[in-house]
């Protein structure tokens, strides 16, 4: 009996289906944080960003107008379960508004897995959150040379926007050549979504509540191209302004603004 070339790829697909079902069955929950003592962020697990960043108070290279604060609970803090990130619009310094950035360096650190954040975000003009991660040793060199995984940004004059992208040597928004995705989502500061990344020697597949919508592949080019052999760290954090979140300007009405992250999960 002749096989249909419909027949052949329903069978491959099914293959690939049992692949992945294996796959997952295999994987390993390796760290996480599912957020259930209320106070100041768990200190084994999280460290913080602070002040306004690079010299001459530039906000963190991008031209951010917050100020980065530390163990502050009105910037980060852990409540009814989640992990609360939030802006103010108050003076701090140089600087006209607060806000936290969570990072896990060397206290959670990944060579490929599953990343999963499950976040319900802030919104408004002028505000720009993003889960992220950066190389905790930075061996390619510094920005972009060792890259930067963008798992989920948003920009409030857009707030439908959720954004993907890699940048690396070759591949960076310094020279616009960054590879990235953008896709509209109704209700990213109303509900909860699971924002995730499959990262393997050979690809990072961007994942939205379990469907991939963008990927970048190996094209075994070199670090320039792929720096993603490295171990990265995971950041949370809402910036205000900034030459990307702060096109239109800041609309003070807004504040307080605040990102809800309901868990972190790692899986290897």
């Known amino acids: 009996m002749k096989t249909s ?14 692949t992945d079902a294996k796959a997952q069955k ?22 913080y960003d602070l002040g306004r960043g690079c010299p001459n108070n530039c906000g963190w290279g991008n031209n951010e107008l917050q100020y980065y604060t530390e163990k502050r609970k009105e910037n980060a803090r852990v409540e009814n379960g989640k992990l609360i990130i939030e802006a103010h619009k108050e003076k701090m310094g140089d600087a006209n508004y607060t806000s936290a950035r969570l990072v896990s360096k060397n206290k959670g650190d990944w060579k490929y897995g599953r ?12 505000i720009w ?19 930067e995984i963008d798992i989920m940004e948003n920009v409030g004059y857009w707030p439908d926007s959720l954004f993907a992208t890699v940048h690396t040597g ?11 995705r953008a896709v509209s989502v109704k209700d990213l500061s109303t509900a909860f979504h699971v924002y995730a ?21 190996n094209k075994k080019a070199g670090s320039e191209a792929w720096p993603f ?10 910036a205000v302004g900034g ?10 009405a807004i504040f307080s603004q605040r990102m809800e992250i309901d868990y972190v999960r790692v899986y290897q």
């Open 229 to 238: 052999d490295k171990e990265f760290h995971l950041l949370l954090n809402i």
């Open 5 to 18: 070339t419909l027949q052949v790829m329903l069978l491959l697909l099914l293959c690939i289906g049992i």
């Open 115 to 126: 990343i999963e954040v499950k976040a319900k975000l802030p919104a408004g003009r002028g």
């Open 129 to 147: 959150p993003a889960i992220w991660m950066l190389p905790t040793n930075w061996e390619y060199g510094g920005w972009p040379h060792s890259g």
């Open 197 to 217: 990344i499959e990262w393997t020697a050979d690809r990072i597949i961007f994942l939205l509540d379990g469907k991939e919508y963008h990927r970048f592949n």
């Open 170 to 180: 070759a591949y960076n928004h310094g020279q616009g050549t960054q590879v990235g």
């Open 243 to 252: 030459n990307w979140g702060g096109k239109f300007g800041v609309d003070d």
């Open 26 to 47: 295999k994987r390993k929950l390796v760290w996480s944080d599912e957020f259930t003592t209320s106070g100041l962020p768990d200190s084994a697990k999280w460290s």
